[in-house]
């Protein structure tokens, strides 16, 4: 019985299931999960990183197309305030008379600013004296010692050499309008009234004088243009036309009618050209001068705005005056 209880007692210190061993077992099992924890707790804090890390992306971007919004929005108010100024500077309902002016004043400007590029280089800008020479039709011959009498031609002989040239320029502008004209051709039609106008400028006045105003510029203008014509078929390039309006708006009406009514273009515009543009009659009356020195004739023609006309102007051959009405010049005043 001894040895029974001997062997038992071997046997049960011999099994390691039901010896202490199994306590180590046990140990590494909660070894294993706390490791296991660590690594979870471990994880945890990276997945909060990025998920903060793309929070502030997402941020940054926000506000960077925030800020780039707010610019374009400031840089929009800019255009819309300065559309405003724009609007409320300028003006609506123009009429057709004020359009006019303004066309008429930037062609006499541009016209003018070409011509002065032109000569700048010749000009003399030392002031000299006005000085005014007597026409050759006004020259007083003196008389010879014998008291011999000398027939003076009356005025309107002036142009009889030339009545049948004048008289057949005159039928040709009842004709139609001849649209495609050579230059300094009228290519214009007269009424009745006008031809019997420059009939009598011409051959009763010796073509020195004043005629009624027509009523309007235009009309007075188609007439120059017919007196230009005829003027240049007579002495061709040895004659200039001198325009004298005191007004940019008046010479660009002037400038376009001509042009329109002779066939011309902005070169025959000029202090070299065959029609000069004045705003005082004191370069009328310089610029005629010197054309009489050269030999050359001048042809002054006055707007019907002019209330006076300088007393050196009637000394010149050919001048022509347009005397407009009272109310035609008020009525031209009031709308300046």
């Known amino acids: 019985m001894e040895s029974k209880s001997t062997n038992n007692t071997e046997t049960e210190n011999n099994n390691p299931i039901s010896s202490g061993n199994s306590q180590p077992k046990r140990k590494l099992r909660t070894e294993n999960k706390s490791v296991l924890k660590k690594k979870e707790d471990k994880k945890i804090p990276k997945n909060e990183t990025l998920t903060e890390k793309f929070l502030e992306n997402i941020f940054s971007e926000l506000i960077t197309k925030k800020n780039y919004l707010e610019k374009e929005i400031n840089i929009l108010e800019d255009k ?12 609506s309902g123009q009429s057709e008379n004020i359009l006019n002016k303004v066309k008429g004043f930037q062609e006499y400007l541009s016209g003018s600013l070409q011509n002065l590029s032109l000569t700048v280089d ?6 000299q004296p006005i000085i005014v020479k007597p026409s050759p039709l006004d020259e007083v011959k003196k008389e010879s010692k014998e008291n011999e009498l000398q027939r003076i031609p009356a005025l309107s002989d002036t142009f009889k050499p030339d009545e049948q040239i004048i008289r057949k320029c005159l039928s040709n502008f009842t004709d139609q309008p001849d649209f495609y004209a050579e230059p300094w051709k009228l290519r214009r039609s007269l009424e009745n009234i006008d031809l019997d106008m420059l009939e009598d400028w011409f051959f009763n006045m010796g073509g020195r004088g004043a005629l009624e ?65 004045f705003e005082r009659s004191e370069g009328v009356i310089e610029r005629a001068d010197r054309l009489e020195a050269n030999d050359e004739l001048p042809l002054i023609i006055i707007d019907a705005s002019e209330t006076s006309i300088e007393v050196p102007i009637l000394q010149f051959p050919l001048w022509l005056a347009f005397a407009g009405t009272p109310e035609e010049i008020f009525d031209d005043l009031d709308l300046e």
């Open 80 to 91: 819309k305030l300065n559309i405003e100024k724009d609007i409320e500077k300028s003006f």
């Open 122 to 127: 010749k000009l003399n800008l030392v002031s």
């Open 213 to 277: 105003s027509r009523g309007s510029r235009p009309k007075n203008i188609l007439i120059a243009a017919g007196l230009i014509s005829i003027l240049g078929e007579l002495y061709g390039d040895q004659f200039q036309t001198l325009i004298l309006a005191s007004e940019p708006e008046r010479l660009g009406e002037w400038r376009r009618i001509l042009q329109d009514s002779l066939g011309l273009t902005r070169e025959d515009f000029g202090p070299n050209s065959g029609i000069v543009l």
